[in-house]
């Protein structure tokens, strides 16, 4: 007896591990591309406005081609998106601040604007925990 045949059973079983396949590798893709595009923001506020690499980072982030994601990790990955630009809002208050990301968000930390600060980062970090989660990191 043969150990696969050409049914529709096991090419169902096949195509399932290729979609399984291209959803790893898809959700792989993204997070190597943050991981170096958030090295770029973090370091980008030495140069330009915090605001102005939040936005060139969401806008990059955004751009990418998410087709072969799981539905999952497409919605959390977008919320996590919207978490950084929602930061905006606070970041827009501190144009003339220059520095590594850190050490902003230290001093914001420190800032009159601490409370609404922390609300939105504590956002960004919750919808990563998602972005973990549909991205099986940290299991």
């Given amino acids: 007896m043969l150990g696969w045949s050409c049914g529709s059973k096991n090419r169902g079983q096949s195509q399932n591990a290729q979609k399984t396949f291209e959803n790893r590798e898809c959700i792989?893709?993204?997070?190597?591309?943050?991981?170096?595009?958030?090295?770029?923001?973090?370091?980008?506020?030495?140069?330009?406005?915090?605001?102005?690499?939040?936005?060139?980072?969401?806008?990059?982030?955004?751009?990418?081609?998410?087709?072969?994601?799981?539905?999952?990790?497409?919605h959390a990955f977008g919320n996590h998106l919207t978490a950084w630009d929602d930061m905006i809002e606070i970041t827009d208050e501190y144009p003339e601040w220059r520095g590594e990301m850190h050490v902003l968000f230290d001093s914001l930390n420190s800032s009159a604007d601490s409370v609404p600060f922390n609300q939105k980062l504590d956002a960004i970090w919750n919808t990563w925990e998602e972005v973990e989660k549909f991205s099986n990191k940290g299991k």
Avoid: Q
């Avoid at 939040?54 to 994601?69: V, W």
């Fill in 28 to 74: 792989e893709t993204v997070l190597a591309i943050d991981d170096s595009i958030g090295r770029i923001r973090n370091h980008a506020c030495e140069t330009v406005s915090l605001s102005l690499a939040i936005e060139k980072y969401t806008r990059e982030m955004r751009a990418l081609n998410y087709e072969n994601c799981p539905e999952g990790f497409i």
